[in-house]
Nanobody
Framework: QVQLVESGGGLVQAGGSLRLSCAAS????????MGWFRQAPGKEREFVAA????????YNGDSVKCRFTISRDNAKNMVYLQMNSLKPEDTAVYYC????????????WGQGTQVTVSS
């Protein structure tokens, strides 16, 4: 069983930066594709970025791609999401997820970390 624990959320002003971290345990981290999702109040959860076990990186749209950076450290079983130039519309609960089969369902989820961007 894989456990994922996010950290690094908080309150930041528009234009600021945050770095989210996700610590994984209970599995062979390097064999998992890792992703970040977010869910804003009243909205469905949406994909933000993924870093596959093969090393491919995907972002959800140009707005995210030009401001966010996903990275992973297989030696530390960690995945990160560096978020710059934050906007109020980035306010959401951010979730870390893991899957053995990228493109299929995500098997494991963290509890989420709140990111609030004030205008």
């Amino acid at each position: 069983q894989v456990q994922l624990v996010e950290s690094g959320g908080g309150l930041v002003q528009a234009g600021g930066s945050l770095r989210l971290s996700c610590a994984a345990s209970g599995g062979t981290f390097s064999s998992f594709s890792m992703g970040w999702f977010r869910q804003a109040p009243g909205k469905e959860r949406e994909f933000v970025a993924a870093f596959t076990w093969k090393g491919s990186i995907t972002y959800n749209g140009d707005s995210v791609k030009c401001r966010f950076t996903i990275s992973r450290d297989n030696a530390k079983n960690m995945v990160y999401l560096q978020m710059n130039s934050l906007k109020p519309e980035d306010t959401a609960v951010y979730y870390c997820a893991a899957t053995k089969l990228y493109g299929s369902k995500w098997d494991y989820w963290g509890q989420g970390t709140q990111v609030t961007v004030s205008s």
